[in-house]
Structures are given as structure tokens and as C-alpha cells.
């Protein structure tokens, strides 16, 4: 059985606050889309890697279906994002000038 501590990020992955605080390093700046930001680099890995078309072109497929299969991932970043987004419009809005 592994140990985990309880302040670390892969303690609580449900825990969308302290996500934020691993993937950022702060937990009042914007949030990164983690879920985006790691399939980009496996597009951009396999793009760069030094494979021939034809095996370039089935590993991108496989990470096609696998991208639709977490497009639930995807949708709850971009939910993310347009909730931080909100959060900070509405905090500049009570701010006093």
C-alpha cells in the first residue's frame, strides 16, 4: 500500500483547489488545463518523434480515440477555466477604486 501525504496533490484528485494550487504553484493565479496542457505535449511528442508517417499517423489515432474518450476531462478544464475567469471579473467588479 502507498502512503500519501495528506497536502500532496495526487492525495485528492477530486479536489479541484488543490489541483489549482499543484499545476500553478499558486493558488490565486489562472488555471492551466492541466488535461489540455498534457495531451498537447503527447501530440507534440509524437510529432517530433522519430517514427515514419504511417506509425506517426496510427499513434496520433490512438490518441484521437483516447481524447474522446476523456472528453469529459476536457469539457470540466474548459469549465474551469470560465469559472476562474468569472471568479476574477467578479472580484474586480467589488474592488474599490
Given at each position: 500500500?502507498?502512503?500519501m501525504h495528506f497536502e500532496a496533490s495526487s492525495s485528492?484528485?477530486?479536489?479541484?483547489?488543490?489541483?489549482?494550487?499543484?499545476?500553478?504553484?499558486?493558488?490565486?493565479?489562472?488555471?492551466?488545463?492541466?488535461t489540455w496542457k498534457k495531451n498537447i505535449a503527447i501530440?507534440?511528442?509524437?510529432?517530433?518523434?522519430?517514427?515514419?508517417?504511417?506509425?506517426?499517423?496510427?499513434?496520433?489515432?490512438?490518441?484521437?480515440?483516447?481524447?474522446?474518450?476523456?472528453?469529459?476531462?476536457?469539457?470540466?478544464?474548459?469549465?474551469?477555466?470560465?469559472?476562474?475567469?468569472?471568479?476574477r471579473k467578479d472580484r474586480s467588479e467589488t474592488l474599490?477604486?
Open positions: 500500500n502507498r502512503r485528492e484528485r477530486g479536489d479541484e483547489s488543490k489541483q489549482q494550487l499543484f499545476w500553478t504553484g499558486n493558488s490565486r493565479s489562472k488555471f492551466t488545463m492541466p501530440v507534440k511528442a509524437v510529432h517530433s518523434a522519430p517514427l515514419d508517417k504511417w506509425d506517426k499517423w496510427r499513434v496520433q489515432y490512438y490518441n484521437l480515440r483516447r481524447l474522446v474518450g476523456s472528453r469529459h476531462d476536457l469539457i470540466k478544464d474548459l469549465a474551469g477555466i470560465l469559472q476562474n475567469t468569472f471568479q474599490p477604486n
